[in-house]
Every structure is written in structure tokens, then in C-alpha cells.
């Protein structure tokens, strides 16, 4: 199967190119940035704002997008939807979409979220919004389509989740946000690629909420890491509200000079607040259950982030 995937310069895009050529498909890498190793056998530089990637496919995995907790709404839009809309007129026979499942998120606890759950009225931050946004254009296309929507996307090279995570606890930095520790879902990097992989093989089409499938304490996974790691644990509790004004002065002081991501944003105080769990059993019966289980992927992210210690 001849496959485009969109944003190979990054962390999922990168990891599904390399995953999808070693289970044998063609694969052609478009990104602004070089493609990350292995992640292509023909590589397109091209910025996807600007026009149609040239070419015919059997299918394209659209990977590519402006991921972070805070900045200029405008370019969230240029990146997520600009950029889907495009792709989306890629020669392609099905075009799987890679979203966030931050389109579903509101203030409070979500528990056994599904694909038929009501998402959010008012996304959280930008990045939900701007995805939301990019999954109406998909299912208005006519195209043959799969939305698949992963929750906190880790391991080796990721660029996105853990890095801003890790640079705090190195300083002993990053808090506890309240007196609750949170239950929450994940997805190893190998999971994420081995459902891709059966979306494209099977032809399944649709949406699809995925993850490990196995929620965890939030607390008490991150202080796992970090101990494998000889990190300091999580610190003392901050008060939520305190947390949330103090984030809320950050982004207003970001955004009058600037738009640098702030250290602490109301999205990030969200998610590390309250609960958010999925029911993944759709994506079990129709693509198959991950085979990497919650305690080997953090065996495997500890390992690999030890090496740059």
C-alpha cells in the first residue's frame, strides 16, 4: 500500500513512517522540517498552509499539526485546519486523520468517554478548538474517512508530552495541583502506530478513541518516571484555584509580549486536575487491543530517556 503521512520532522508522524515501512508499505513523508530517521522512502519538503502535496495514494495519514498548551490562535488555525484542508484534496483513496481526544474536554471530571460523547461546546485551548474545527472539514470532505483520537501520546522521541514535564521535575519545579490525585488515560507511541496501521489495513472507517487502555494515577505514573529517572517526585500541592489564576496572569503577560508558552497554562492546570478516561472498547473489537502494556511502555520511555541524563 502506497501511504502519505503528513509530518514526519515529528514525534508521531516520525514514529508511524518508520513503523508502517518495517510492517512493508510505501511510504512517501511530507513535512516542513527533515524527516526523522527512517520515517520515509521518498521525502516531500513542502509546507502543507501553502498547497496540494503532488502525487497518487492508496491512503494518507494526516500526522501533522501544530501541538502545544498555548499561543497565536491564528496560527493554530493556519497549521490544523488550513493545513487539513489541503490534505484533504491529496489523490488519495482514504484519508485517516490523526486528532486529540482534547476535543471532548471541558472543566470537571469525564469518566468512560466514547466516540458518541458530546464534545466540547467551548474547547479548552486553541489546539482543541483548531482540531475540532479540522475533523468538521474531514467528515464534509465526501471523502472515505477515520478520525482517531489518542490520549497523551508518549515515548522515545516524543517531543510534545513529557519534554515540558521533565524540564520542571529536573528543578524540582513542578507541583501537585490540588488534594485529588486524577485518573487518566495514555497511549504508547508503538500502541498509537500498531492502531493506525490496522485503520489502514482493515479500511476501517469512522471515529475512534484510543488508548492504552489501561488509566492510571496521574501522580503516581509521573512519579514513576521520575524516580527511574533520579528526579525529585511532584511537590507539594498547589491549591487549584491559586493554580489557575496564576496561569491565567501568564497567558494574559504572554500574549501582551509575545505569545511565549507560558510555564503553566489553565489547560495544563485541567488536565493534570481531573479525570479523564476513555472507553476504547470500539477500537478493541474493530482495530484489535495495544499490544504494549502501560508498565512495559514506561519501562521503554525510562530506558531510552536515561540515555540523556
Not at 490520549?151 to 517531543?159: C, I, L
Not at 482493515?202 to 524516580?227: H, K, M, R, S
Not at 487549584?240 to 503553566?264: C, K, Y
Amino acid at each position: 500500500m502506497r501511504v502519505l503521512v503528513t509530518g514526519v520532522s515529528g514525534f508521531v508522524g516520525g514514529a508511524l513512517g518508520r513503523y508502517l515501512r518495517e510492517q512493508g508499505y510505501t511510504v512517501t513523508g511530507v513535512s516542513r522540517g527533515p524527516a526523522r530517521s527512517e520515517a520515509c522512502g521518498a521525502f516531500v519538503p513542502f509546507d502543507l498552509t501553502t498547497g496540494v502535496v503532488p502525487g497518487s495514494f492508496d491512503a494518507v495519514v494526516h500526522c501533522a499539526a501544530r501541538s502545544a498548551p498555548w499561543g497565536r490562535r491564528e496560527e493554530f488555525h493556519r497549521q490544523n485546519v488550513v493545513a487539513t484542508g489541503n490534505t484533504l484534496r491529496v489523490d488519495a483513496g482514504h484519508f485517516v486523520f490523526v486528532s486529540s481526544s482534547s476535543v471532548y474536554y471541558r472543566w470537571g471530571d469525564q469518566l468512560g468517554l466514547t466516540e458518541e460523547s458530546p464534545v466540547a461546546e467551548r474547547p479548552l485551548n486553541a489546539y482543541a478548538a483548531t482540531k475540532l474545527e479540522a475533523e468538521r472539514l474531514v467528515r464534509a470532505s465526501g471523502r472515505r474517512w477515520t478520525v482517531v483520537r489518542p490520549r497523551a501520546v508518549f515515548g522515545p522521541e516524543d517531543t510534545v508530552l513529557f519534554p515540558r514535564l521533565l524540564r520542571a521535575a529536573r528543578k524540582g519545579m513542578l507541583p501537585r495541583f490540588g488534594d485529588r490525585e486524577p485518573v487518566g488515560d495514555l497511549i504508547y507511541i508503538e500502541n498509537l502506530c500498531f492502531l493506525l496501521e490496522r485503520v489502514l489495513a482493515l479500511g476501517a472507517t469512522g471515529d475512534f478513541n484510543v488508548t492504552n487502555g489501561q488509566p492510571v494515577g496521574l501522580w503516581t505514573f509521573l512519579n514513576e518516571v521520575f524516580a527511574g529517572l533520579g528526579y525529585p517526585p511532584l511537590g507539594r500541592p498547589v491549591p487549584v484555584g491559586l493554580a489557575m489564576r496564576l496561569a491565567r496572569g501568564m497567558e494574559i503577560l504572554s500574549s501582551a509580549t509575545g505569545w511565549w508558552e507560558p510555564p503553566i497554562t489553565q489547560f495544563g492546570v485541567e488536565v493534570m486536575t481531573h479525570a479523564k478516561t476513555f472507553d476504547v472498547s470500539k477500537a478493541n473489537a474493530v482495530l484489535g487491543r495495544p499490544p504494549v502494556s502501560n508498565e512495559e511502555s514506561l519501562r521503554r520511555f525510562v530506558e531510552w530517556q536515561s540515555l540523556f541524563i
